[in-house]
């Protein structure tokens, strides 16, 4: 059964950092692309960051460039997402999810719970 558990979210003060982790079950985060969003209140929910798992190419949102880095752990088989220079617009619940391939032209197929990050300023 595939599986995705985000964690690492929490309360942090502007100019703060935080990481969250994408765990997955059930596939090898080594075979799919595995991309994060986020859903602030009152908002849809917007990408924030992809990583290919043949070429770990990654992409990211302009509003979050120079300040996220997207990785991946195969021996945990873990994506994680560094977030620094936190700002209160990034306040938002964080998912993660599991894409139908290694590419994430192939689009989304699994979604994992979200997890809560909080930046006060």
């Known amino acids: 059964e595939v599986q995705l558990q985000a964690s690492g979210g929490g309360l942090v003060q502007a100019g703060g950092s935080l990481r969250l982790s994408c765990a997955a079950s059930?596939?090898?985060?080594?075979?799919?692309?595995i991309g994060w969003f986020r859903q602030a209140p009152g908002k849809e929910r917007e990408g924030v960051s992809c990583?290919?798992?043949?070429?770990?190419?990654?992409s990211y949102a302009d509003s979050v460039k120079g300040r996220f880095t997207i990785s991946t752990d195969n021996a945990e088989n873990t994506v994680y997402l560094q977030m620094t220079s936190l700002k209160p617009e990034d306040t938002a619940v964080y998912y993660c999810?599991?894409?139908?391939?290694?590419?994430?032209?192939?689009?989304?197929?699994?979604w994992g719970k979200g997890t809560l990050v909080t930046v006060s300023s």
């Open positions: 999810t599991k894409y139908r391939n290694n590419d994430w032209a192939s689009g989304m197929d699994y």
């Open positions: 059930g596939f090898s985060v080594d075979n799919y692309a």
């Open positions: 990583i290919n798992s043949f070429d770990r190419s990654t």
